[in-house]
Structures are given as C-alpha cells and as structure tokens.
C-alpha cells in the first residue's frame, strides 16, 4: 500500500513538473540562462580586433621537440598564439590561413644541437585568432625604443587580410653569432 | 719586438675578423624579413633589392643607400654595415660600388638621417 502511494506521489508529482507552472517557471529559468550565456558565444568573432592576451599555456618547461609549447626553441622570440596548437606547424600556417609576407628575424639556440639558428616569424591571416598557446618571449626584441629589433607588431599590415590567427618559426639559417640581449 | 707585436695585432684582426659573421647572415637577420632572402621585396609594399645599380650613378643616389632608414638604423656596427652593403649591391642588384663602402663613409652617412626617404629616392633617381 505504501508502494503504491509512493509511485502514484511520483507520477502525480512529475505530471505536475511537466504540466504545472512549476514546468513552466522552470523552462523559463532556463531560457533566461541560456540567454545570460548568448552574448558570450560570439568570442571569435570580435576578438580579431582585441589586443592579444597570454594564453594558459605560457611558460610551460620543456624546450625540445614539441611544438605546442611556448618553450620549444624556435619559440624564443614567439609574441603571438603558435600555430602548431592551431591546425598547422610550427613553420606552416593552418590551413586556410595566408601567411604573412613580412615578419620580423631573430635567432634561437637550440639545446638539441647546441647552434643557434635564424628564425623568421611569420604571422598567418585571413582566420580569426586562435586563442591556443598564447606565447610572449620576446627574447632578442631589445632594446625596446630600437623599431627595427621590436616584433609586437601585427605582421598582417602586409597580408591580404589584417585578421591575426597565429604565428611561425621558420628557421632560415645557422647562425654563427647569437642575437646579442641589449 | 715590434716584429712580434705586429704579428700579435694581425693574429688579434684576424680573429676579430673570423668572428664576424658573414655578410650573408647579416642580410638574414637584419634584411631578409622584409626584402625576403632572395631580394625581391613584397610588390606594392616592400621595394626589390634586385635593381639599385642606378642609385650608384650619383653621390646623392649612393648616398640614399646607406641613409635609408632600414639601413641606417640597422643594429649594426659601420664596418659590418658597410661589407653587408657592398655584398647586398653585389649579390642583389650584379653591381659593385666603386669606391666600395667603408666604415668611414658608412659612419657619416648614417649621421645624416632622412627626413623624407621616399622624396629622396625619387630625388636621387632624377624622377
């Protein structure tokens, strides 16, 4: 008898969830919160025009190999989000993305081999930013009021689009002379 | 004496000398991120290093070489600037300065900086 009452409580209480104003009031509270989150969606969209922000991956330790950490070598200079952490490499845009035809030139050491090497950082454009494995180095940007040794600069002025997506480092050399910290 | 000490001094240039990179690493580093490694600059936005031959034509078109911003306020010293000038007209543009460029030159020109570098080269091209 009991069971009986507790399963018809049951049903009758989940008829009224489902019919009842409380089935309303609770669609409703979701909708509203489901709402409160809409303008939150959109991030990839307007952030092409926002200033660039570290990443959660900034500072990882572990320099050899992968690509899709801040501290990987050819990365020692890296201001921007790495492109191996966005559908490419970390000397290829991904795809869809035209990589820029001005950068800016430094040199890394690579703890591997022991050399340095001269390294083009390249922005990829035309997609909106990536957001992955923000990275900020900056090493061999000095000094600073030096323009021509400064990359935080969006390389996309010269693309064919100024949306940022991500950045490369190509090695294009050996370098026998380190990129000297002024 | 002095016969070991001038030996000591040429043995100290030349390991100074070993030591500087090649022209071709400057170009690299302090060139190639605009005019790319190969010289032919980005159409409508970086001009070519392939054709400056004219610029040798005057001292103001030789001039505008070294005084040219890009060059002029290269993070270089005038000696290394002067042999990466000389190796960019010869490698780039099939042209060898007569004088070629020295430190001394290099270090008055570079003093000299331009106000308008776009005037100047129409200027020293006699357009």
Redo the contacts between chains.
């Keep these: 008898m009991t069971d009986l009452d507790v399963r018809i409580e049951r049903a009758v209480r989940a008829l009224a969830r489902r019919t009842g104003r409380r089935a309303f009031l609770a669609r409703l509270g979701a909708l509203l919160v489901g709402a409160l989150g809409l303008p939150l969606l959109p991030i990839a969209r307007s952030a092409a025009e926002s200033p660039r922000a570290p990443g959660p991956d900034e500072n990882i330790p572990g320099k050899e190999g992968d690509q899709t950490h801040c501290d990987y070598w050819r990365h020692c200079a890296m201001d921007g989000f790495a492109c191996a952490c966005c559908g490419g490499s970390a000397s290829t845009c991904p795809p869809g993305a035209e990589k820029s ?7 890394c050491h690579n703890p591997a081999d022991g050399k340095d090497y ?1 390294i ?1 950082y390249n922005d990829c454009c035309g997609k909106g930013w990536c957001g992955r494995c923000g990275c900020n180095r900056n090493e061999g940007e000095r000094p600073d009021y ?4 400064n990359n935080d600069i969006n390389w996309c002025v ?1 693309a064919k689009s100024l949306v940022y997506h991500c950045s490369v480092a190509i090695v ?2 050996q ?3 380190p ?1 000297p910290e ?1 | 004496m002095r016969n070991a000490l001038a030996l000591g001094a040429a043995l100290v240039l030349c390991g100074a000398a070993a030591a500087a990179p090649a022209p071709g690493e400057d170009y690299l580093l302090h060139c190639s991120g605009c005019h790319h490694a190969d010289g032919a600059g980005v159409p409508g936005v970086v001009p070519p290093l392939t054709g400056l031959a004219p610029f040798l034509a005057t001292p103001a078109g030789r001039a505008y070489l070294v005084r040219v911003p890009g060059v002029a306020q290269a993070a270089l010293d005038d000696a290394r600037l002067a042999a990466l000038l000389n190796w960019v007209m010869r490698e780039m543009s099939g042209a060898d300065p007569h004088p070629a460029y020295d430190a001394r030159e290099v270090h008055a020109l570079r003093a000299d900086p331009l106000r308008d570098a776009r005037a100047a080269r129409a200027s020293a091209l006699g357009r």
Aim: aromatic share 10%; proline share 5%.
């Design positions: 035809p001005v950068g800016w030139v430094g040199s001269i083009s030096h323009w021509v040794r010269s294009v050399g370098a026998t002379e990129q002024r």
